[in-house]
């Protein structure tokens, strides 16, 4: 199992970035995936999850409105568009995979940055 995230990187506060989670090793259109985050010096933060047909997703209250997850099972990604980013957005994200026991793989994640 690989996942891989990309796509973080410096954006001024109001500003958008797309990240993507290139999955492999597994059947990805067969899990229910999931975005977390790690700001600096606090602890992982679930940000939004979303079914394995793409039809059901969820969101934290703090990026609900703002950030939407999606996934292309025909290429294997996951992906969280992120709009009116703020600086409390600033964090390590990672993509993970989630079982009935929770989390079992997750990527080395992608770094956003939200600051003027």
């Known amino acids: 199992v690989q996942l891989v995230e990309s796509g973080g990187g410096l954006v001024q506060p109001g500003g958008s970035l797309r990240l993507s989670c290139a999955a492999s090793g597994f059947t990805f259109s067969s899990y229910y995936m999931r975005w977390v985050r790690q700001a600096p010096g606090k602890g992982l933060e679930w940000v939004s999850d979303?079914?394995?047909?793409?039809?059901?997703?969820y969101y934290a209250d703090s990026v609900k409105g703002r950030f939407t997850i999606s996934r292309d099972n025909a290429k294997n990604t996951l992906y969280l568009q992120m709009n009116s980013l703020k600086p409390e957005d600033t964090a390590l994200y990672y993509c993970?995979?989630?079982?009935?026991?929770?989390?079992?793989?997750w990527g080395k994640g992608t770094l956003v940055t939200v600051s003027s």
């Open positions: 979303i079914k394995s047909g793409g039809g059901s997703t």
């Open positions: 993970a995979r989630v079982t009935g026991n929770g989390m079992d793989y």
